[in-house]
């Protein structure tokens, strides 16, 4: 039990020292000593839990995004509303994090890889309205235009500091997202 504990908290601190240069520099730039000075370990400790900068970032992007997974997949039992307000304040309550995701330039942002996983629900939940079913490559534009939609208000939200409440955000996005599908998205709002 001990050695978990021990992981956990070490992880952690690999993680904080790394969100903390992810605000100053690309991920390229940051290299292993670095990182382990900065997080007060040694190159052993960090080679344990991570093979470079790289795979660490590959990892908590993927955390975050099986995160993200399983809050979609509660919408069915909790309703969008609620679902949307737990993705926005997890998103306002890491935004530093999210924003130095989406500021790499390898070209696979994160937000970007956010929006995949937005269409791919949307594409097996949601029915659009009955002027946009025709056929199948015009439905997969329209799932392409919400998913990147939502994305793209959260994205903006983001570069904005996330001031504005959460509730707020989630309203607009479920208000513009209801224009398109053929049902109310939530009717328990």
Not at 1 to 8: F, L, N
Not at 147 to 156: D, P, T
């Amino acid at each position: 039990m001990k050695t978990d504990a021990r992981s956990r908290y070490t992880r952690k601190v690999i993680r904080d020292s790394f969100y903390a240069l992810l605000k100053e520099k690309p991920v390229e730039k940051i290299t292993v000593r670095e990182l382990c000075e900065k997080a007060e370990i040694n190159r052993a400790t960090f080679y344990k839990h991570y093979q470079d900068c790289y795979d660490l970032l590959d990892k908590i992007e993927e955390e975050a995004l099986v995160h993200f997974d399983e809050l979609l997949a509660s919408v069915e039992i909790r309703g969008l509303q609620p679902t949307l307000l737990d993705i926005l304040r997890t998103i306002q309550e890491n935004a530093a994090s999210f924003e130095a995701f989406n500021r790499q330039s390898d070209n696979r942002s994160f937000i970007h890889r956010l929006a995949g996983r937005c269409f791919h629900y949307m594409e097996q939940r949601i029915p659009l309205a009955s002027e946009f079913n025709q056929e199948k490559n015009q439905q997969g534009m329209t799932y392409s235009f919400l998913a990147g939609g939502v994305v793209a208000v959260m994205e903006f939200w983001m570069h904005g500091g996330c001031k504005e409440p959460p509730e707020q955000v989630g309203a607009l996005i479920v208000e513009l997202t209801g224009k398109v599908v053929s049902h109310p998205l939530d009717p328990f709002r």
